[in-house]
């Protein structure tokens, strides 16, 4: 028997850019051909493929025949730590979950925003999702290297009106403008070239920014209600082929996504409160939620709730969780996975407890203290250096990686992605299971058969999943269908609907009367449309 490939171990020395994500993908399908394929999306606004790995045993069943699993990371550029989490995730389950692949089929979106994520990556550039440039508007500031040394950083000037100064404290940060500030006093910018400057001082900062999680279905709103909204829903092509996706896969069962932000577990809704969803619902999501931070040591937040303590409410539109909840009818979840805040010791509610600038300010120092004293880390900050611009004459560049800023280090990540992996785990395993038990078939008279068959749920979760799922057509009712083969059904009913099935004890006994030739063989087939629950086929033959 030909020795297995060993699967490759995935780097934690840096964040991973385009080809690297490609080159690992590909390094797992090699070692594990038969339970991984690599397939795409489609491909990005800048013609960049979306990779989509598909992992399940398919010795043991088609995908689209299984409950499944999908997981997508890097919706926003720079967190890219979530690129990583994915990745892992994929890797242990072809190394550790041989039973699980058997039943689930997980489809993993490890770089949703290819486009974004290459920019941030290389160029240390801050993007949400994107920022339209295609249509420039003078007296516009557009990100572009403009020192050559393959960065997009920041630019400070000094000027009357600068509204940053120098930290007292450390000189490398830059602080709010007081009263009693003693200069230099400094603009700042992004590192670029303004369109069409006339010389003014109102300078524009960027172009159109757009945030790919407010450009869900469920509750879209327009820009300006919604800040980076987009046009309408799935306007952006990315999260068209994602919305596609989503929509054809009636056996999708959960979802999960990954983000940077204050360590968190973030569940539903996304606007409004608890008592918008069924009461039964937010039990069973809170369950969930609360052993994913068991996994992980991350508070649960209601995306709701996931804010300072001194502000209202969030209220995000069209965004991932309340589409998932009150379109897909399923239940999701995100992780945030921290930022260089986190890695430094600043914790989810010392970062939610920051009430004013000077509070930040001094989070800030606690990271560049904690950055000074770490070794063979990857370049957090760039100094600021003189440059002399081709517009805005002398200029100083530098200030903070931005992916660097916005993630959790890579050391930090590894133990995180221990955790959320577990929780993948735990949450595959509440799966609905649709499975056919005591076939059974007499003889009854001649060449008249009676079939009888139990089809059942065992799984944990209901083929519904959610009780807001029982209502929506996109998630099927369970269907039996018998086929005869060159036999006659003599029931009234060669096809049943039987509604959705409950979680372990969900089962309908069901009963044929086919007539059929003499001699051995196939009275039909026995097929099971169990959407969520997964799909079957039974071929029926004649007793003994």
Not at 197 to 216: A, C, H, Q, V
């Amino acid at each position: 028997m030909p020795r297995r490939k060993a699967l490759p171990t995935l780097s934690f020395r840096h964040f991973l850019n385009g080809q690297e994500v490609a080159g690992f993908l590909q390094k797992l399908v090699a070692a594990r051909p038969e339970k991984c394929r690599l397939e795409t999306l489609g491909a990005s606004r800048q013609g960049r493929d979306i990779p989509l790995l598909v992992v399940t045993d398919f010795a043991a069943g088609a995908p689209e025949d299984k409950p499944a699993y999908l997981i997508q990371a890097n919706i926003h550029a720079t967190e890219v730590a979530g690129t990583h989490m994915a990745l892992y995730t994929a890797r242990q389950l072809l190394a550790e979950q041989d039973d699980l692949l058997q039943q689930v089929a997980f489809y993993i979106v490890p770089r949703l925003n290819p486009d974004g994520a290459e920019y941030a990556v290389n160029t240390g550039g801050r993007v949400r999702s994107r920022i339209k440039v295609d249509e420039p508007v003078p007296n516009n500031l557009y990100p572009e290297d403009v020192d050559g040394d393959g960065l997009i950083l920041t630019m400070r000037q000094e000027h009357a009106n600068g509204t940053f100064v120098a930290d007292p404290q450390d000189g490398r940060l830059l602080v709010r403008r007081r009263v009693d500030s003693v200069g230099p006093f400094y603009r700042v910018l992004p590192e670029g070239y303004i369109h069409q400057w006339d010389g003014g001082e109102n300078i524009g900062t960027g172009g159109r920014s757009f945030d790919w999680n407010r450009n869900w279905s469920y509750d879209w709103r327009p820009e300006p209600e919604q800040h980076g909204a987009g046009d309408f829903p799935f306007s952006e092509i990315e999260m068209h082929h994602l919305g596609t996706f989503l929509h054809s896969r009636p056996n999708l069962f959960g979802l999960l996504g990954y983000h940077t932000g204050p360590a968190a577990v973030l569940r539903p809704p996304s606007t409004g409160a608890d008592s918008d969803l069924d009461e039964a619902d937010v039990h069973v999501m809170e369950e969930l939620a609360n052993s994913a931070s068991e996994a992980t040591g991350f508070p649960v937040v209601p995306v709701v709730k996931y804010h300072r303590l001194w502000q209202r409410d969030n209220n995000l539109r069209g965004h991932f969780h309340n589409f998932c909840y009150h379109h897909l009818g399923l239940f999701a979840f995100e992780f945030e996975l921290g930022t260089i805040k986190d890695s430094a010791g600043i914790d989810t509610d010392e970062q939610f407890e920051v009430f004013t600038e000077d509070d930040a300010d001094e989070q800030m120092r606690q990271v560049m203290q904690w950055w000074d004293q770490q070794k063979a880390w990857e370049t957090l900050f760039r100094p600021w250096k003189k440059f002399q611009h081709p517009q805005l004459g002398e200029v100083e560049v530098g200030s903070f990686l931005a992916h660097h800023l916005a993630n959790p280090t890579l050391s930090s990540l590894q133990g995180i992605a221990r955790g959320t992996y577990q929780f993948t785990v735990e949450h595959a395993q509440q799966h609905p299971r649709v499975v056919l038990e005591d076939l059974q078939v007499e003889a009854v008279g001649d060449k008249v058969y009676r079939i009888r068959v139990r089809v059942a749920n065992r799984g944990v979760l209901p083929t519904h999943v959610t009780n807001k799922g029982k209502g929506l057509r996109r998630l099927p009712p369970v269907r039996v269908e018998f086929h005869a083969a060159k036999s006659i059904v003599l029931s009234q009913r060669a096809h049943h609907e039987l509604g959705h099935l409950a979680g372990v004890t969900g089962g309908k006994l069901l009963e044929w009367f086919v007539e059929a030739g003499r001699g051995k063989g196939a009275i039909g087939e026995i097929c099971v449309y169990g959407g969520t629950g997964g799909n079957l086929r039974q071929v029926v033959e004649k007793p003994s």
